[in-house]
């Protein structure tokens, strides 16, 4: 990987994709453009490409953020790790996105949904029933 190839996967991190935009950008050939891009695709360091969604015109108005506790003892029992736990909450509606974390808390995830209600359900029926999850706490972001 060289400074050029750097270049390209910060453009496509502030969503520019097209490949003739980068080449314009970058004063390249389209074609060299197209093979970096293939190749760094092809040795996964790109992993995809998403959207980037304003849930609020979709009437998803609330955004949260939940520090999720797990009990490690018990999921080993089981035969689960934290990921196999994250993979789980990963699959649930309205879970955007979720990491495994250090600190405080387990496993970190990221919600929208329409209102408090909502988050109240997903909270109690999606996350908090799951096995080996011993405890959440929630933070809903202003705005």
Known sequence: MDET??????????????????????????????SR??????????????ADVDWKKVGLNLTAFVLIKADV???RETGKTQDDLLSELLETNYVD???VVTGE??????????????????????I???EGITGTRTIIVLG
């Open 5 to 34: 190839d750097r270049i390209l996967l910060e453009l496509s991190e502030q969503g520019i994709t097209k490949y003739s935009t980068l080449a314009k950008k970058l004063d390249m050939p389209l074609s060299t453009v197209h």
């Open 37 to 50: 891009m293939k190749r760094l695709e092809q040795d996964g360091v790109i992993r995809g490409y998403r």
């Open 73 to 75: 003892s018990r999921l």
């Open 97 to 99: 996105e979720g990491y």
């Open 105 to 126: 808390a387990d496993i970190f995830i990221k919600i929208t949904a329409v209102d408090s209600s909502q988050l109240k359900d997903i909270l109690l029926n999606d």
């Open 128 to 130: 908090d029933s799951k």
